[in-house]
């Protein structure tokens, strides 16, 4: 059996369960229809079902157990959410693309240059063992790269684009994949200090993090149909609604204010208004100012 297959019935077992707690009779009846859609054999017996949750508790660590009072199959730990949601998105993403005839004509994919994914595994391997790196890194600014010694902490998203975290020197610093033209692991390595990434990053928008800035307590209004957009996709995980009517959505955030939360704010036009702080408010009048004098 092919791994896309099992791949694919994993996949069908999490959101079968997800949705609802069911029995193995119920998973069987699902990978029997599902089987005469696809076209290959999904279905399996209980032993390998049982493996198959060995498989998905490794793979994407959801726990999946029976529950014998109630004779169903149930998710009872997930322990990376995010990171699990990711795995079944892409697989999602690969299978449907594998099975579409001509996918270009029916799957419209953005076209864009090369995200430095490619750098994944050499810099995550050299994370984990704590391995100092030497980085050959061209800013968008600068004509050739400059190489530099850093001590790899993560990868980072932000805004569809992915980010090394590393400190260089005593300062943590951002370097994007896509600027990342190559690097070698040295054998040298780094003794590990506690920084609490997460946490460092709590209230900022994207990447930029300007420690000395205090993070700001900021109300923004929307129309009632950019509202609709806000609520589905939210700026930021400190996004709260304050009150919703006909005419608005009114969220509060609080985050540092910093050059890329701005611009993201000015993609709105007028269909976003800041009611506080002033500060942010007079920043955005600044900044359409300065926009208008150019079609002046």
Avoid at 246 to 269: N, P, Q, S, V
């Amino acid at each position: 059996m092919s791994k896309r297959v099992s791949l694919l019935r994993f996949s069908i077992i999490i959101n079968k369960i997800k949705q609802n707690p069911c029995s193995f009779a119920d998973i069987h009846a699902l990978l029997e229809r599902e089987s005469e859609l696809e076209g290959s054999k999904l279905t399996v017996s209980k032993r390998t079902f049982n493996r198959d949750l060995d498989e998905i508790r490794s793979l994407y660590d959801i726990d999946i157990q029976y529950d014998s009072a109630l004779r169903v199959y149930r998710i009872v730990s997930q322990d990376n959410i995010d990171l699990s949601n990711r795995l079944l998105e892409a697989f999602d993403l690969y299978h449907t693309i594998k099975i579409s005839d001509n996918y270009a004509e029916v799957i419209l994919l953005e076209k864009r240059k090369s995200q430095g994914t490619e750098h994944f595994y050499g810099l995550l391997h050299a994370i984990k063992n704590h391995f100092l790196i030497d980085l050959y890194y061209q800013k968008f600014w600068e004509e050739e790269p400059n190489m530099r010694v850093i001590a790899p902490l993560a990868l980072k998203e932000s805004r569809g684009r992915w980010y090394l975290l590393c400190k260089e020197g005593d300062i943590v610093k951002s370097f994007g994949l896509d600027r990342i033209k190559n690097f070698t692991i040295n054998i040298e390595k780094f003794k590990p200090t506690a920084i609490d990434l997460p946490s460092l990053f709590k209230h900022c928008f994207g990447i930029i993090n300007p420690l000395e800035e205090t993070p700001e307590n900021i109300v923004l209004s929307f129309t009632s149909d950019q509202g609709k957009y806000i609520k589905s996709y939210p700026l930021h995980e400190s996004q709260q609604v304050i009150s919703e009517n006909k005419k608005e959505l009114r969220i509060a955030l609080k985050l540092r204010i910093t050059h890329d939360f701005i611009m993201e704010l000015m993609t709105f036009g007028s269909e976003m208004k800041v009611i506080e702080p002033q500060k942010l408010q007079n920043k955005l009048i600044q900044n359409f100012k300065k926009a208008l004098e150019l079609y002046q």
